[in-house]
């Protein structure tokens, strides 16, 4: 029995005092060359730039003030890219289609994005340069109310990230 203590306590006793005094060298050269790396491809979501409250930033099921003027902003390091892909899901005016079919978004003041293709569709593609990109943006109400979807393709072709928002 003593012999068994006496093997404890001395396992217990390297374990504990022998450990704290192996410690893994940091290489810090290693470490800035990674961070500066992942840092070219950040992408941030101010709250404002130029037109203001940015539309990317709000939560999930926001709703919008009709006819107020936003922003669509975001800032992009050297290596990021960022494509904004927004869906109209407003319903239809059943009483008059052609003069005002749905609720709608307008634009002006474009820094920095593409308009890929206009407004196609129910659908509009915008992609961000490096730097920052704001666009005034605002959301019209023609029939009952407006629904979008905003998709977020961040550094890639998959949706990393879809808001919907309301007006």
Not at 115 to 132: C, E, L, R, S, W
Not at 144 to 157: H, Q
Request: with cysteine; proline share 4%.
């Amino acid at each position: 029995m003593k012999k068994y203590l006496i093997i404890k306590i001395t396992f217990l006793s390297i374990l504990f005092i022998g450990f704290p005094h192996c410690k893994k060298k940091n290489n810090t050269n290693q470490s800035s060359v990674n961070s500066n790396t992942s840092n070219s491809n950040v992408i941030s979501y101010p709250d404002s730039i130029y037109y203001g409250a940015n539309v990317l930033k709000f939560q999930d099921s926001t709703i919008l003030v009709n006819s107020k003027s936003y922003g669509l902003a975001a800032n992009l390091q050297t290596n990021a890219t960022l494509k904004i892909v927004i869906t109209n899901l407003s319903p239809l005016n059943p009483t008059t289609p052609v003069a005002n079919p749905k609720s709608v978004w307008f634009y002006s003041n474009i820094t920095g994005w593409i308009d890929v293709n206009g407004y196609t569709n129910d659908i509009q593609t915008f992609i961000a340069k490096p730097g920052n990109n704001d666009i005034k943006i605002q959301f019209d109400n023609y029939y009952l109310f407006g629904k979008c979807r905003i998709d977020f393709f961040e550094n890639g072709n998959i949706v990393t990230k879809s808001i919907y928002l309301r007006w």
